[in-house]
Each structure stands twice: as structure tokens, then as C-alpha cells.
């Protein structure tokens, strides 16, 4: 079964700095993989997505990540932060014949200090 | 805009008692999900409905039942709430697999703003 792991439970960063939330997933075959925000009070919001091609996929608000089958990983990156970034960070995986269910990470909480 | 509506946004309801958490879409999706979001563990499937009558146990189904009798609604159902089951509980719909342009392979799940439950 695929599993999904985001090994920081917060982040702090200053508003302006670069930020980069890792994600790593276990899964015999390349896997969809996808990134969701959670502002406080709301529901989850897709940011972007990896179904195949280029291993670099930008989203919505600036952000990007990157998949690195090598490592396992796809981790989530923005050059520089806004004090509106400050949320929950959801990596997930889909697999091939999963019927669009998804598998989420634990989350990172991210703070940005003024 | 795609809306996903749930019932409520806080509930508070007794140890025992059986509570129903609605939760609806506009879009004519044919999957819906609902989860549970605990600090520290993330979201966890709970059921799927893939259509309409036509369900599927998620990762951790037991103490909870769903269901599915339109399209556009999905209930989600404590028979005997316990404290253990005090969770944010998070509704999701999406298209099928292959459809909204015929070549994804996975279709964005879209989500309700959640229901808050307490159970005393």
C-alpha cells in the first residue's frame, strides 16, 4: 500500500524568505501526487499536481514543486513568502486504478513571522 | 465555482447519541469522500462513494456508515457516537477518474469547509 510522509510538523519562516515543505512517498510504480492547502477555517484546496512529464509542475500562488524519483520525494517550494501563506500543507498520492482516492500526509503547519 | 456545503460547521452531541453529518455538492459529481482530520494524523479516508447508492469502506470505516440516495448528497452517519469519534470531519467530491477532459488519470478532489463534532 502507498503511504505519504511529511517529516516537519511546523515550519517557521520570515515573510520574504524562500520556503520548501518536503514530502516523501512510498510506492512501487510512479505515483500522482498532489499538494493541498488549508487556510484556518476552511476546506482544502488543491495547489498542484504530478501526473507525469515534467518533474517540475508549477501551481496556484506561486508555488512549485518538484518530483525526484530517486528520492522518493516531492517537495513543495516558493521563492518568497506572504504573511497569507500561513496554513496547513497536505502532500498526497493517488495510484494507477485507485478510483481518484487519495492518501495524505500528516501535514505541515506553516508559520510566517512578520 | 464548484461548492461543497456541509451541515454544519460545529456540533455537540452526547456520548451514545446517533448524529448525521450532510454534506452536498453542486457539480454533478459522481465521487464523493468524506474524512476524518486529526492533529498529527492527517486526513483519513473514512467511506468513498463512487454513485450514487454505490459505496466503499475508506481506511478506518468502523463506528461510522454512510449514505448515498441523490447524487449531489452524501450523509455520513455515527450510530452511537463515542468521544473518541470527536474530530473535524471533512467532505470531498470529485469527478471520476478519465472524465473532465478524458485524459486524467485523477480528477481534483474539491472540499466542504468541514464539520467540527464534539461528542460528549
Known amino acids: 500500500a502507498q503511504s505519504v510522509t511529511q517529516p516537519d510538523i511546523h515550519i517557521t519562516v520570515s515573510e520574504g524568505a524562500s520556503l520548501e515543505l518536503r514530502c516523501n512517498y512510498s510506492?512501487?510504480?510512479?505515483?500522482?501526487l498532489f499538494w493541498y492547502v488549508q487556510s484556518p477555517g476552511q476546506g482544502l484546496q488543491l495547489l498542484l499536481k504530478?501526473?507525469?512529464?515534467?518533474?517540475l509542475v508549477q501551481g496556484i500562488k506561486g508555488f512549485e514543486a518538484e518530483f525526484k524519483r530517486s528520492q522518493s520525494s516531492f517537495n513543495l517550494r516558493k521563492p518568497s513568502v506572504h504573511w497569507s501563506d500561513a496554513a496547513e500543507y497536505f502532500c498526497?498520492?493517488?495510484?494507477?486504478?485507485?478510483?481518484?482516492?487519495?492518501?495524505f500526509g500528516t501535514g505541515t503547519q506553516l508559520k510566517v513571522e512578520l | 465555482d464548484v461548492k461543497v456545503t456541509q451541515s454544519s460547521r460545529y456540533l455537540v452531541k452526547r456520548t451514545g447519541e446517533k448524529v448525521f453529518l450532510e454534506c452536498v455538492q453542486d457539480?454533478?459529481?459522481?465521487?464523493m469522500f468524506w474524512y476524518r482530520q486529526d492533529p498529527g494524523l492527517g486526513l483519513r479516508l473514512i467511506y468513498f462513494?463512487?454513485?450514487?447508492?454505490?459505496?466503499e469502506k475508506g481506511d478506518i470505516p468502523e463506528g461510522y456508515s454512510v449514505s448515498r440516495e441523490k447524487k449531489e448528497r452524501f450523509s455520513l452517519i455515527l450510530e452511537s457516537a463515542s468521544t473518541n469519534q470527536t474530530s473535524m470531519y471533512l467532505c470531498?467530491?470529485?469527478?471520476?477518474?478519465?472524465?473532465?477532459?478524458?485524459?486524467?488519470?485523477?480528477?481534483?478532489?474539491?472540499f466542504g469547509p468541514g464539520t467540527r463534532l464534539t461528542v460528549l
Open positions: 470531498a467530491s470529485s469527478l471520476p477518474p478519465g472524465l473532465a477532459g478524458g485524459s486524467k488519470p485523477y480528477n481534483e478532489q474539491f
Open positions: 510506492y512501487g510504480a510512479t505515483p500522482y
Open positions: 504530478y501526473f507525469s512529464g515534467d518533474t
Open positions: 498526497a498520492v493517488g495510484v494507477r486504478g485507485g478510483g481518484n482516492k487519495l492518501t
Open positions: 457539480m454533478d459529481h459522481e465521487n
Open positions: 462513494s463512487y454513485d450514487v447508492k454505490m459505496k
